[in-house]
């Protein structure tokens, strides 16, 4: 399935997509990707502007092990029992909740995604296109974190984008 990478436009066309290495990245260290190559461009538009320009990449990623939390239900049981077992424990050993970080950091150090390439999640999108019918985002936003880039295939600059303001 074709994925799209967004970076800040530096002037040198990547080779292969940059890891997102953020304490508040969702799923942790991973290569990140848009389902849908209107939400590369709304990223690139409202994150990746220092420049005034940001650069959509597409790609293939080709794997039987995507934990997908979107469409299938019994990924996203597993998916939520995790978070919610990894919270409870972080919880009740600090006494508040859990940043993204120590979630991350505790799926990292026991290992809970060792046995899947990426992680397939939704999430909501503040980009315009998804609101076409008053107060009703209908369309999801989904983004794919590959944790095994081994799986990614034919990584290319698709276009550069000219951010507005």
């Known amino acids: 399935m074709d994925y799209f990478h967004t970076q800040e436009h530096r002037g040198n066309t990547l080779s292969q997509p940059i890891i997102c290495k ?7 260290e991973a290569y990140y990707f848009w389902e849908e190559e209107s939400d590369a461009e709304f990223w690139g ?33 597993f998916w939520l029992k995790q978070i919610e077992k990894a919270a409870k424990k972080i919880v009740k050993s600090t006494g508040s909740k859990p940043t993204l970080k120590e979630i991350n950091d505790f799926f990292l150090e026991k290992g809970i995604w060792d046995d899947v390439d990426g992680i397939l999640f939704q999430d909501i999108s503040a980009n315009p296109v998804h ?9 999801k936003r989904i983004q794919l974190a590959l944790y095994n880039e081994s799986k990614l295939l034919a990584f290319k600059l698709n276009y550069t984008g000219e951010c507005t303001k």
């Open 22 to 28: 953020e304490d508040d990245a969702w799923l942790g």
């Open 131 to 139: 609101f076409m019918v008053k107060e009703f985002q209908y369309k």
């Open 45 to 77: 538009i409202k994150k990746k502007n220092k420049t005034g320009k940001f650069d959509v990449y597409k790609c293939s990623i080709e794997s039987d092990d995507i934990l997908d939390t979107v469409f299938n239900r019994k990924h996203y049981s």
